[in-house]
């Protein structure tokens, strides 16, 4: 059974940083990602990495704070969140296997996704 379980989430204030985390189990993938979903709002792309290569991709919002980084003995995934606004106030998902690279950036080409770990930024 294919599990992704996402922790590190909780509540900080602007300025600081978090580290996600999203253990995978029950299989291998090629590439994960990163998506985030405030109220009200779609889900959007964050980051994604390729596990074979290291390839990163970002969102130009969150590109030069954030880091998505794996860990292929721990079949974990990372996201350093640094410089945090409050507008990066949402919940965080990971993700895993899109149909692509193409579709790296769309939610719906991803396959398995994990429950949510809730990032809230005061001000």
């Known amino acids: 059974q294919v599990q992704l379980v996402e922790s590190g989430g909780g509540l900080v204030q602007a300025g600081g940083s978090l580290r996600l985390s999203c253990a995978a189990s029950?299989?291998?993938?090629?590439?994960m990602g990163w998506f985030r979903q405030a109220p009200g709002k779609e889900r959007e792309f964050v980051a994604a990495?390729?596990?074979?290569?290291?390839?990163?991709y970002y969102a130009i919002s969150v590109k030069g704070r954030f880091t998505i980084s794996r860990d292929n003995a721990e079949n974990t995934v990372y996201l350093q969140m640094n410089s945090l606004k409050p507008e990066d106030t949402a919940d965080y998902y990971c993700?895993?296997?899109?149909?692509?690279?193409?579709?790296?950036?769309?939610?719906?080409?991803?396959?398995?996704w994990g429950q949510g770990t809730q990032v809230t930024v005061s001000s």
């Open positions: 029950g299989r291998t993938f090629s590439t």
């Open positions: 990495i390729r596990w074979s290569t290291g390839s990163t």
């Open positions: 993700a895993a296997d899109p149909s692509s690279l193409f579709t790296i950036r769309r939610a719906g080409a991803y396959n398995y």
